[in-house]
Each structure stands twice: as structure tokens, then as C-alpha cells.
């Protein structure tokens, strides 16, 4: 099936027994069995559920792999997968501009564990190359990267990967499998924020894995029933409800985003614009040839700092300030404070990560609205 086909129909065939052409929510703990050792697919709903069942195959589908797995958030997946596939002693290296609960991951819950961290330049593959040791067992990134937009190039990191017997995972929530699927280029889990664009709705909270390997889906799939963090039935609808529109909200939100990011550019309270769709993006050509498209989130660095930014929001009527991104509504956010307050800001501040940047979600509204929104609350 083609994309768009797949968002409909991948898992999701009509209910066998009503025909119903949606995924019924089978809102059960448990499952009657037949006879002792003999149940009919299902036990228990921490195991397995059917509602569940189908996310997790639309989701492989969608990213080219074997293998998809649901979890209750984005971050419950990632904490997972190092539970599944690390162990002390063990060395990941990570792109050093990463969602801020996945630094906090790593440095508050894993560090603690025994897990040794080294982050890498996220747009060169060289410094990853550089950071590896002999007990490195995972390569960590995200592209488009949160929230500075950079873009890092899966392929390459899939080779140094492969040289170095390492697992390559790669954070896919900015770009989506509309825009981009890393599997193809070689890496061997993709990770999604569900909450994001594949929900779309702001109404969700989830996480999402696809897989390539048999032997590290079963690693995982151990460890999802062993620590059970799952979404619930409703849940997993809820997300699949709202996957059926995925291309067409990525359109929208994609036109919006280079709009944005064109007004940005010329507008002289702003110093700097982070839109991998712009021709002037340094690695534009790096996202085109590896990117179906660029996608809806556009950050920016306001001159004036902090009480810029604060003017800034505070004029706002259609962005809203929030945590979170991707859903319809076009959202505003402030990392420093926001997303990535669990950094250091010593080391936010290196990272490129300043008291002027905003970062917004654009959503499908009418474009010149969300412009005539940006332009009014700029001229505080």
C-alpha cells in the first residue's frame, strides 16, 4: 500500500466479527480462556490488546520496518529501549541538541544505572565517529533536532554504527514517516512522540517504536510486558484515529511552516530563523535528499533576549504558549524555561539554546492569520 493507504487500512481490516470498518476498543483487563493453555491470542491487556495490536502494526507499516510496539510516552518508549538493550558499563553516544526529557533521561535515570553518555555535534557525523569506544552500544539521535532544527545524516551515522556493532535509534517525531523514514537509510528503531503529529490532536499522550530486527523487537517486546508501560485502549484508538489524517495535516502544517519561516526572516526583530526548508538553512541539501519534506516546526532567536521574548508571548492570540507540539492548533514555546529547562544553562546556553529562542508548532490554520498573529506580537 502507499502511504496514505496504509495510514487507513495498515492493521486495521474490518472487525471480523461486525464488520465495523473502525478498530473497536476493546476496553478489557483480561481475556476468557478455553482451557488451561489454551487461550484464543489474548491473555492480558498488559501482554497484549487488539486495539494496541493495531497501532503497533500501522506504525511498522509506516516506517518500512518489521516491528512496532506502543508505549504510554514518547518517553516510556525511549526509557525502554535502554532498558531492553543496555546494561552497566554501557556507553550510548547522543546528539548533543536532543529533546530536554531525554537529556534528563539519560543524566538523571541512566547515569545512575551505570550508563556512560557522551554527546556528539548532531550535525557532524565525524564527532559521532569520534565518541565512540569500544563499549558503545547505542547511537542516539534526532533529525530534525529539537528544538534548533538541525539536521543529522542517518545514513552516515548507520554506517559508524555498523562498523562498531552498535544500534542506531533515531528520534522521528519532528519529521514523521510522511516526511521522513530512517529505516530506509539504515537505522535499526525509530522512535516516535505520539503525542505529536502521528495523534495531531492534542488529545493524547503516547509513545511509538518501529523496528527492523527480530532480535531487538523481542528484547524490547520483553521488556514492554515486563515494565509495562503501555497505553491503555482508548488510547491507542485515539492515536489511530487520529493517524488516518497524518498527510493531510503534514501538508497543511508544512505550507504554514514555510510561510512563517519566510516572514521570519525578513523581519528585522529577528536575528535568526531555524527552518530546514529554507535554502539558506546550512544543511538544506543534507534534508532534501534525505527528507520527503521539512516539516511544520520552525524555531527563531529574537533580538532583545529575554524581555523581547516576554513582550513577545505575552502579545500573542493565536499561538498559544505551551509545552508539546504538532497538533492543529499552532503552539508557541519557550525552551529555556519549557522543554529544555532540565539542562544545565551553561550548557543549554552552548548548545545554542539562548533567552531569545522561541520555538513555534504551526498548525493548520489559515496562514495569514498565524503571520498577522507573529506580526502583531513582534512589534512589542
Same mark, same amino acid.
Given at each position: ?6 495510514l487507513?487500512?495498515? $492493521? ?6 461486525? $464488520?465495523?470498518? /473502525? ?6 483487563? =483480561? ?12 491473555e !492480558?491487556?498488559?501482554?497484549? /490488546? +487488539? ?10 507499516a ?17 526509557? =525502554?529501549?535502554?532498558?531492553?538493550? &543496555? ?15 531525554t ?5 538523571k ?8 553518555? =557522551? ?30 532544527? /538541525? *539536521? ?16 542506531? %535509534?533515531v528520534?522521528?517525531t519532528? %519529521?514523521?514517516p510522511?516526511?521522513?523514514?530512517? *529505516? ?23 509513545g ?8 531487538? !523487537?523481542e ?5 514492554? /510486558?515486563a ?13 489511530l484515529r ?17 510561510? *512563517?519561516?519566510?516572514? &521570519? ?9 531555524? !527552518? +530546514? $526548508?529554507?535554502?539558506? @538553512?546550512?544543511? @538544506?541539501?543534507l ?21 523581547a ?13 505551551a ?11 519557550? +525552551?529555556?524555561?519549557?522543554? @529544555? ?12 539554546? =539562548? ?8 498548525? *493548520? ?8 498573529d ?7
Amino acid at each position: 500500500m502507499k502511504f496514505e493507504t496504509a495510514l487507513m487500512h495498515a $492493521g486495521q481490516e474490518a472487525d471480523k466479527q461486525t $464488520g465495523s470498518v /473502525n478498530v473497536p476498543i476493546y476496553q478489557t483487563s =483480561t481475556y476468557k480462556q478455553d482451557a488451561i493453555g489454551k487461550d484464543r491470542g489474548w491473555e !492480558y491487556s498488559r501482554t497484549g /490488546n +487488539p486495539t494496541r495490536k493495531a497501532l503497533e502494526d500501522c506504525i511498522a507499516a509506516l516506517e518500512g520496518a518489521k516491528y512496532g510496539l506502543a508505549f504510554a510516552s514518547g518517553l516510556a518508549a525511549e526509557a =525502554t529501549a535502554c532498558l531492553s538493550l &543496555l546494561k552497566k558499563g554501557d556507553h550510548v553516544v547522543s546528539g548533543d541538541d536532543v529533546y530536554g526529557g531525554t537529556y534528563r533521561l539519560f543524566e538523571k535515570v541512566f547515569k545512575k544505572w551505570g550508563l556512560e553518555v =557522551t554527546y556528539a555535534d548532531a550535525k557532524n557525523p565525524a564527532a559521532f565517529k569520534k565518541a565512540m569506544r569500544r563499549n558503545t552500544r547505542l547511537i542516539w539521535a534526532e533529525t530534525p533536532t529539537n528544538p534548533l532544527l /538541525n *539536521i543529522t545524516d542517518i545514513a552516515a551515522l548507520a554506517e559508524i554504527a555498523k562498523k562498531h556493532k552498535a544500534i542506531l %535509534a533515531v528520534d522521528n517525531t519532528f %519529521a514523521t514517516p510522511y516526511f521522513q523514514r530512517p *529505516i530506509e537509510l539504515g537505522a535499526d528503531i525509530v522512535v516516535h512522540s505520539s503525542t505529536k503529529y502521528l495523534g495531531g490532536h492534542s488529545d493524547v499522550v503516547g509513545g511509538l517504536m518501529a523496528v527492523a530486527d527480530k532480535g531487538i !523487537y523481542e528484547e524490547v517486546k520483553f521488556h514492554q /510486558n515486563a515494565a509495562g508501560g503501555i497505553p491503555g485502549p482508548w488510547d491507542s484508538w485515539l492515536t489511530l484515529r487520529g493517524m488516518k489524517t497524518l498527510a493531510v495535516r503534514m501538508m497543511a502544517h508544512e505550507a504554514n511552516a514555510f510561510e *512563517i519561516a519566510d516572514f &521570519l526572516s525578513a523581519h528585522p526583530a529577528v536575528a535568526k530563523v531555524y !527552518y +530546514p $526548508g529554507l535554502t539558506t @538553512h546550512p544543511a @538544506h541539501a543534507l534534508a532534501d535528499s534525505q527528507m520527503y519534506g521539512f516539516g511544520g516546526m520552525v524555531s527563531f532567536e529574537l533580538k532583545g533576549g529575554r524581555p523581547a521574548a516576554d513582550a513577545f508571548f505575552k502579545k500573542l492570540k493565536i499561538f498559544m504558549l505551551a509545552e508539546s507540539l504538532g497538533g492543529v492548533e499552532s503552539l508557541a514555546c519557550y +525552551p529555556a524555561t519549557m522543554t @529544555h529547562a532540565a539542562i544545565p544553562e551553561k550548557d543549554r546556553l552552548k548548545r545554542g539554546i =539562548t533567552a531569545g529562542l522561541v520555538r513555534l508548532s504551526a498548525g *493548520i490554520e489559515n496562514s495569514d492569520d498565524l503571520v498577522s498573529d507573529l506580526e502583531r506580537a513582534l512589534k512589542r
